[in-house]
C-alpha cells in the first residue's frame, strides 16, 4: 500500500477543562537550580525552550486507501522543512508498511547535511507516523505489531519532588543534579545535601538515580560520584556531552563500579552500538522521538541485549511512542515518567500527550487502540 502524501502539522491542544486543585507548592521546575551544558555562560538556572523558538512538530502520513497515521518530535521549525521539502517528497509512492526499508532509507538521504540532531527528529516523526499507519492498517496495537502483548512495565519518576512521587505511588526516582563544575566545592556540597536528602526521604530500598544532563567533566563526575557513593545512587545519567567520546571511555575507567547511563542525545544506532562495544555505559537510553523512532529504538535495544546492558528509554512512559515500545519490546524493563507538575494535582488533572494512559501504582501499559491509539480531532491540527 503506496504513501500519497506526508504532511507537517501543528497541534493546538484545547484548554484544559475545569479547575485545577490547588498544588501544596510550586514544582520543582520553577523554584530548584539544574545543572545544564550552559551554565558556564546563563548561570545555573535556564530553561531551553525559551532559548528556542520552535515547539512539537506533528507528522502525519497517509496511504492511499485513505488511512492515516500520526507521529511527533520537537524542534518544530527546522524539522518540518526537511519533512515538508526533502523526506516526505521521496518517500511518496513507497510502501508504506516497509518500515525497516523505509528507516533505512532516510537515513541515507540525510547524509548530504548530517544524520543527526534536527534530521534525526524529523526522520523519527515520520517512522513513527509509519508504525501508527501500519497499527491502523492491520487494525493492532503497535505494542503487537513488535511481538509484544499487554503488560505492565514499571516506572521510574524523575522529578525533584520525590515526596508527591511516592504519595503517586512510585517506587524508584531519577533528580536532577543542581550544580555543575561552574559552582565549584559549595556546590558538590549543595549537590550532597540534596541527594543526601532524597535518599532520606525515600529510604533506603528504592532506586535512585541521577541525572546529570550533559554538564559536567570527567574529574567533577568522579568527584561527584565519590561523595556521593554513600546514598547508593542507582546511576549517573548523562554527565558529559554525546559528543565527549573520548570522555566516556575515561570516565567508565575512573569509575569502573558505578552504574553509568546516556543515550538521549545519541541519534541513530550507531553510537549505541560504539558505547556497547566498548562498555563505556551500562543502561542505553534512546528517546524514541529523537533518535530515529520506533525502527532505531527496536534496534537499540537488540544491540543491548546482545551486549548484557540494559535499555531504559529516554520519557519511554511519558508518551504513546514510548508506551507502546515499553509494552512491545521485552528487554525494556523500565520505563521513564516525568513529572513536571506541582504537587498536590493529581496526574489526571494534568494534560498528557496524546494518545499516552496513565501510571497507576507506578507502571504504565499502552493503548489497544489501533496504532498508538492516538485519536487528535481535525480541527487541533493545522499545516505548520
Given amino acids: 500500500m503506496k504513501i500519497t502524501a506526508i504532511e507537517a502539522l501543528r497541534y493546538s491542544p484545547p484548554e484544559p477543562a475545569g479547575a485545577h486543585p490547588a498544588p501544596s507548592r510550586p514544582s520543582w521546575q520553577g523554584r530548584q537550580d539544574v545543572s545544564h551544558p550552559l551554565a558556564r555562560y546563563r548561570g545555573r538556572r535556564v530553561d531551553f525552550n525559551s532559548l528556542m523558538p520552535w515547539g512539537d512538530l506533528w507528522v502525519r ?42 528507516a533505512d532509507l532516510m537515513f541515507r ?3 548530504p547535511y548530517g544524520s543527526a540532531g534536527i534530521a534525526s527528529c524529523a526522520v523519527s516523526a515520520i517512522d513513527l507516523a509509519l508504525w501508527d499507519l501500519r497499527g491502523r492498517i492491520a487494525g493492532e496495537p503497535v505494542y503487537r ?21 511516592m504519595e503517586l505511588g512510585f517506587e524508584a526516582f531519577k533528580v536532577t543534579l543542581g550544580y555543575g563544575p561552574e559552582a565549584g566545592s559549595e556546590g558538590l556540597d549543595r549537590n550532597e545535601a540534596f541527594i543526601a536528602e532524597c535518599r532520606e526521604t525515600i529510604g533506603d530500598e528504592p532506586d535512585l538515580y541521577i541525572d546529570c544532563w550533559m554538564s559536567l567533566d570527567v574529574d567533577y563526575a568522579v568527584r561527584l560520584a565519590e561523595r556521593l557513593y554513600p546514598y547508593q545512587p542507582g546511576w549517573l545519567e548523562e554527565c558529559l556531552l554525546p559528543e565527549d567520546l573520548d570522555g566516556h571511555v575515561a570516565l567508565r575507567r575512573r ?5 553509568l547511563a546516556t543515550g538521549e542525545h545519541w541519534y541513530s544506532p550507531f553510537p549505541f552500538q560504539w558505547a556497547a562495544a566498548r562498555r563505556v555505559v551500562d543502561v542505553l537510553q534512546p528517546d524514541i522521538q529523537w533518535c530515529g523512532g520506533l525502527s532505531a529504538v527496536a534496534r537499540i535495544a537488540a544491540i543491548a541485549d546482545s551486549a548484557g546492558l540494559a535499555v531504559m528509554p529516554h520519557l519511554a512512559g511519558t508518551t504513546a511512542f514510548g508506551q507502546h515500545a515499553s509494552a512491545g519490546i521485552s528487554t525494556i524493563h523500565r520505563a521513564e515518567y516525568r513529572i ?16 499516552a494512559v496513565l501510571p497507576v501504582n507506578g507502571e504504565i501499559g499502552a493503548s489497544d487502540a489501533p496504532g498508538f491509539g492516538i485519536e487528535i480531532p481535525e480541527a487541533q491540527l493545522s499545516p505548520y
Fill in 340 to 355: 513536571g507538575s506541582a504537587p498536590g494535582v493529581p496526574l489526571e488533572r494534568v494534560p498528557q500527550a496524546p494518545g
Fill in 61 to 102: 502520513v497517509r496511504a492511499e486507501n485513505g488511512t492515516s497515521g500520526l507521529g511527533a518530535t520537537q524542534f518544530a521549525g527546522p524539522v518540518a522543512a526537511l519533512v515538508r521539502d526533502h523526506l516526505g517528497p521521496a518517500l511518496v509512492g513507497e510502501d508504506c508498511r516497509a518500515t525497516d526499508r523505509l
Fill in 255 to 259: 569509575l569502573p563500579a558505578q552504574t
Fill in 109 to 111: 538521504l540525510t547524509k
Fill in 145 to 165: 505489531l513488535l511481538g509484544g502483548a499487554p503488560r505492565r512495565v514499571p516506572c521510574y519518576a524523575t522529578t525533584n519532588d520525590v515526596d508527591w512521587a
